[in-house]
């Protein structure tokens, strides 16, 4: 009996550790497959670029015109190109990017925590430790957004495993360290080309990294050889890449600031501190504040850990200067969670680790699903992106689509100008010249955001668009669009200048914050009752 209640422990103990696993991966399955439309407009901003590259225009936003930076994701962008040239769906390419980015994080985590605690593959720790992350369902949302989200993750914690290893191998194997070092070097450059911000973040853990190892041997001569030696490597493979990028960027755009930082940053305002609701609103989420508590009374702390704080550091401080916006369903501060996760693990796996003979599968089956389900219950975040997200129609027929698609039947479609907001989808399906009014795909908008909006809509008027798009809720015009003009839209219908456009039809947006679009065209535009005609077809609106 005694033997037989010692094969069943050690079973226990072996199956504890995929069995927890296995749950963490089915619920970020399922959680992924949950039939909510999460697909964001703005990702098509990002397609429309790789597009243009692929067809030999450049990374421009209307083919013909100068270079424009209108997005932060350069990366993905170029990893589109091939995508988009190929002829294949990029939103499903950046999709399964996005789910493979959040099964390797999980697996970095796993291994993380395996190689602190020395345990097998079979121990239940680090499989604890990889649900937990699995299980924060917000994860799905940014997986079916389309973004560079979840790929610029797991650049920046690859980053942190990467010089982990190199912590652990330089002090006795100099060959090893050079190479997690180099690897980590380039992993970061990466990480900024998928999102700016990680320049920072990683240049700060690669610093760290190297000082580390070398005050680790003492204040020597070679202690500052070996700070020399980790200076020379981070300099080839992450200084000079990254200098040489921003060199290429100025000389291309003639300018070192995207435009989304003009048009959300020094263009942004309001009432309270920029940011500050949106990381209120992060931090008071419930496994995020579970992480946190976690990571607080963790009762061991080892030197790696120490790379930690340059991204927590960042999330908590760096987006208090952003305009509201840049927190868009907190996608911003969504790459810093899985530090959350690995600072505290140790604490959320310790009682596991000591007691695994002894702890029942469901024990820990039932924390996952207790982790879990506090996010979904009364996570404001998540309801929040369900909420804004779940389908009225099926896909292709959410708004932005349907009339991106509905613009390319119009006769001349590419070569008509249109100013219109929401600029994703709509560009990018109708493939017509587009002004895009908040100022992201707009040099001149954006670079001159300060600017009073009498100047900002004498510029519009004098490109001559042939269509306008304006939006209202209801009787009223939206006001709450970001950028110089997004609260201008009544003054632009009233200008006298807007009596050259008739109205054509309305449809009403049936996704995210609900509003109606209204299309007006140039009088004197070719073919204007044709494509009048084309825009009724499915209006379902009429205008105020």
């Known amino acids: 009996m005694k033997d037989q209640h010692q094969r069943f422990a050690r079973f226990q103990h072996k199956a504890l550790g995929p069995c927890v696993l296995l749950f963490g991966l089915a619920f970020c399955a399922g959680n992924v497959c949950l039939p909510y439309y999460r697909v964001i407009d703005d990702a098509y901003i990002s397609y429309r670029y790789s597009r243009h590259v692929a067809q030999g225009e450049g990374l421009v936003w209307n083919p013909g015109e100068a270079p424009v930076e209108g997005f932060t994701n350069f990366l993905l962008v170029m990893v589109e190109v091939p995508v988009i040239a190929a002829g294949l769906d990029p939103l499903k390419a950046a999709q399964w990017l996005s789910l493979l980015s959040v099964l390797l994080i999980a697996f970095l985590i796993f291994d993380d925590r395996r190689r602190v605690v020395g345990a097998s593959w079979w121990s239940p720790g680090p499989a604890l430790a990889a649900s937990v992350f699995l299980c924060i369902p917000i994860y799905g949302v940014h997986v079916m957004m389309g973004l560079e989200t979840m790929v610029a993750a797991v650049l920046l914690v690859t980053t942190y495993w990467m010089l982990a290893r190199f912590l652990e191998a330089a002090p006795t194997a100099g060959r090893a360290g050079y190479r997690f070092y180099g690897a980590a070097c380039l992993c970061g450059w990466l990480a900024g080309l998928a999102r700016p911000e990680n320049f920072a973040v990683a240049a700060a853990m690669i610093g760290l990294a190297g000082s580390m190892d070398a005050l680790g041997s003492g204040l020597s001569g070679q202690a500052l050889r070996r700070l020399m030696r980790w200076a020379l490597v981070a300099g080839v493979f992450f200084v000079i890449p990254t200098l040489g990028y921003h060199g290429w960027r100025l000389h291309y755009y003639g300018d070192l600031r995207p435009n989304s930082y003009y048009i959300k940053v020094l263009a942004g305002g309001g009432d309270s501190l920029p940011g500050l609701p949106e990381l209120v609103a992060f931090l008071g ?109 099926p896909v292709v027929e959410e708004t932005h689509f349907m009339l991106g698609r509905l613009m390319a039947q119009l006769p001349n479609h590419r070569e ?31 670079r001159n955001a300060g600017l009073p909006a009498e ?42 200048r807007f009596r050259r456009y008739a109205y054509l039809a309305s449809f009403n947006k049936n996704s995210g914050g609900r509003y109606q679009y209204h299309y007006f065209g140039k009088k004197e535009l070719p073919r204007l009752d044709d494509i009048r005609r084309i825009l009724a077809e499915k209006s379902n609106y009429r205008w105020h």
């Open 416 to 446: 008509l100008l249109v100013v219109g907001p929401d600029a994703g989808a709509m560009p990018y399906f109708s493939e017509s010249r587009w002004i895009d009014p908040i100022g992201l795909n707009d040099n001149f908008l954006a």
């Open 285 to 393: 989420e419930p496994s995020i504040a579970v992480l946190a508590a976690a990571a607080i009374f963790r009762r061991s702390v080892r030197g790696a850990d120490a790379l930690l704080l340059p991204p927590l550091l960042f999330c908590l401080l760096f987006y208090l200067r952003a305009e509201h916006i840049m927190a868009f369903q907190h996608r911003f501060f969504i790459p810093f969670v899985p530090f959350f996760v690995l600072a505290a693990v140790p604490a959320l796996t310790a009682a596991l680790e000591e007691t695994a003979p002894k702890v029942r599968v469901v024990n820990a089956l039932c924390f996952l699903v207790v982790f879990g389900y506090a996010f979904v219950y009364s996570s404001p975040l998540y309801a929040h992106s369900i909420r804004e997200s779940w389908p009225r129609k």
């Open 455 to 496: 100047r900002l809509i004498d510029y519009l008027f004098d490109r001559d668009p042939d269509l306008w798009i304006l939006c209202k809720r209801g009787k009223n015009f939206v006001n709450s669009f970001p950028g110089p003009l997004g609260r201008h839209g009544r003054r632009i219908y009233r200008d006298p």
